[in-house]
Every structure is written in structure tokens, then in C-alpha cells.
């Protein structure tokens, strides 16, 4: 995806202009890693719900193994890899696994504000350790409303599996959620960590 690679490149100018307190640090290498990994998630969610769309199938347990499901695993997996606390949050969440916690809600506030953050980052600690923790925006586009969209319309496995949902009545171009990517200062060597937490 040459336009998605294109926007991991532009979204380092806005967010270093952003960090106006205290001198200007240079993001993390691994930062730039975390970026583009989240940009590849990212591009694999949006192809795999198109593609489904251009099926014409119907939306079902099968169809959501194929669109969000696989995108779960490879967040596990790169975290897995890289040492790395990777999660996608919301506000109005589906899973409840996927609550926003505080820094993320704060962060899809400033996001709501500002449509053309895409992305931010913050130094912080998790389970004790320093680190930095990078926010990426997460859009709803036309082929996820067949799954988040009109609370009715909402597949019968969907309505079943998640009581309590409230990640439907999205339009396009919505803020649906945030991909969070903590990465240590340490150099993440840790990989027991499998990110999400459940
Ligand atoms: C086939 C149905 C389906 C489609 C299409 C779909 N989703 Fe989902 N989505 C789900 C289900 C089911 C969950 C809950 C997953 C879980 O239990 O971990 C989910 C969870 C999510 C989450 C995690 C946060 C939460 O609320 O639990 C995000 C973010 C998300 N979807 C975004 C999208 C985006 C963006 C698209 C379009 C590019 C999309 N989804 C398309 C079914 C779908």
C-alpha cells in the first residue's frame, strides 16, 4: 500500500512539531519500527475488509476470522517479536479487553479536536518500566460499517457474542479507535510480554 507507506513517512513532521515542551528528542529507531508495523496492520485490516466487501458474501463468524480476527493475531505476533505492548483501544469498544484507558482516551480526545492528527507519541512508564508509547488513529472506513455500522443491521453473530457492544453507529471517516504501541527504553528484550491484555 504506497498511499499508507506514504502517510508513515508525512506523519513524523506533525507529531515532532507537536512535542513543543522541553528540547526536541529524536524519536526512538524502534519508534520508526513501531510505525511502520502499525501502518502494515493497519493496511492489512482495510484490504481484508474491502476484499470481503467486494465478495458479496455474507457477514458472519467466517467473514470477521477473515477481517479483524487475523489482525488481532499479528498484533500478538509482532509483539511477540519486538518485545513490544501492542493493543487497538477504544472508547466505544466492542471486546471489553479493548477499553481506552486513560492516556489513550486523552489521546482520542486530542484526536476528535484535531482530525489531521494521525498519530502522537508520549514517554511514560508501563509495568515499571520507562519507555515511549505511540498512538496511532484508526478510521472507520465504508466496507467496516457492515459490522459497525446501524446498531440493527449488525450481523446476528456480533449481537450474540458481544451483549455489551458498543462500537456500532460509526460513519465514514470516524475516529473508531487507537492502535497503542508501548516500546521500552530497554530495548524491549522481553518478549514474554504478548501484548494484549485479556
Ligand atoms: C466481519 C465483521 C467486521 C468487519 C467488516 C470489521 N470489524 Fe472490527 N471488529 C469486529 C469484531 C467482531 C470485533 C471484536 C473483536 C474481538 O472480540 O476481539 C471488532 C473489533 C474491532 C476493533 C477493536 C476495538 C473493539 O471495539 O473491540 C477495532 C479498532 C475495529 N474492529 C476496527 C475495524 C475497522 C477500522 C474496520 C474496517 C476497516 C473493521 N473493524 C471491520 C468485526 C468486524
Not at 499508507?4 to 529507531?29: H, N, S, T
Not at 456480533?158 to 456500532?168: L, N
Amino acid at each position: 500500500m504506497a498511499a499508507a507507506a506514504a502517510g508513515a513517512l508525512l506523519l513524523w513532521a506533525p507529531v515532532a512539531a507537536a512535542q513543543e515542551a522541553g528540547p526536541p528528542e529524536p524519536p526512538p529507531d524502534e519508534l520508526g519500527e513501531a510505525v511502520r508495523e502499525i501502518e502494515r496492520l493497519d493496511a492489512l485490516r482495510s484490504g481484508l475488509a474491502r476484499s470481503f466487501l467486494g465478495s458479496g458474501g455474507d457477514v458472519d463468524r467466517e467473514t470477521f476470522r477473515n477481517v479483524c480476527q487475523p489482525v488481532g493475531k499479528e498484533m500478538k505476533s509482532v509483539a511477540a517479536e519486538n518485545g513490544w505492548t501492542v493493543s487497538q483501544m477504544a472508547i466505544r469498544f466492542r471486546n471489553p479487553a479493548h477499553r481506552a484507558d486513560s492516556a489513550a482516551r486523552t489521546v482520542m480526545e486530542e484526536m476528535e479536536r484535531d482530525p489531521e492528527l494521525m498519530g502522537t507519541w508520549r514517554r511514560t512508564t508501563m509495568d515499571g518500566r520507562e519507555g515511549v508509547r505511540y498512538f496511532r488513529r484508526i478510521t472507520v472506513e465504508r466496507a467496516c460499517l457492515a459490522c459497525h455500522g446501524a446498531k440493527e443491521e449488525r450481523p446476528a453473530f456480533v449481537k450474540e457474542g458481544y451483549p455489551e457492544d458498543r462500537a456500532h453507529g460509526f460513519e465514514v471517516g470516524d475516529l473508531r479507535g487507537v492502535y497503542s504501541v508501548f516500546v521500552p527504553e530497554d530495548g524491549g528484550g522481553d518478549a514474554s510480554d504478548d501484548g494484549e491484555r485479556r
